[in-house]
Nanobody, 120 residues
Framework: QVQLVESGGGLVQPGGSLRLSCATSGFPFYSWVMRWQRQAPGKERQLVATRGIDGSARYAGPVNGRFHISRDDSEDTMYLQLNSLKQEDTAVYYC??????????????WGQGTQVTVSS
């Protein structure tokens, strides 16, 4: 089965940094698109960053320049480096694996999430 397990979240002061990890198993990690999403209190889950199969990366406007997505194919692990954190970054962060399928009927899988709280 596809498994995604996030870790690395916690409480951090504004301006601080965290590195989130997503340990994966049960699928060809190297051939699926990997994404990080987050859900703040009272809001819908939003896309934060995407790591393409070709190694390309895309970031949402609010985190662009502060966050960095990467992955280690040898370890089947994806990372999200969070820098210069702001209170508005407070959310549950989810790891997402997407298998791209012909016809647009992509398959998505999510982990349980890890809480990031930015507060002084």
């Amino acid at each position: 089965q596809v498994q995604l397990v996030e870790s690395g979240g916690g409480l951090v002061q504004p301006g601080g940094s965290l590195r989130l990890s997503c340990a994966t198993s049960g699928f060809p990690f190297y051939s699926w698109v990997m994404r990080w999403q987050r859900q703040a209190p009272g809001k819908e889950r939003q896309l934060v960053a995407t790591r393409g199969i070709d190694g390309s990366a895309r970031y949402a406007g609010p985190v662009n320049g502060r966050f960095h997505i990467s992955r280690d194919d040898s370890e089947d692990t994806m990372y999200l480096q969070l820098n210069s954190l702001k209170q508005e970054d407070t959310a549950v962060y989810y790891c997402n694996a997407r298998r791209l399928l012909v016809g647009g009927n992509d398959n998505d899988y999510w982990g349980q999430g890890t809480q990031v709280t930015v507060s002084s």
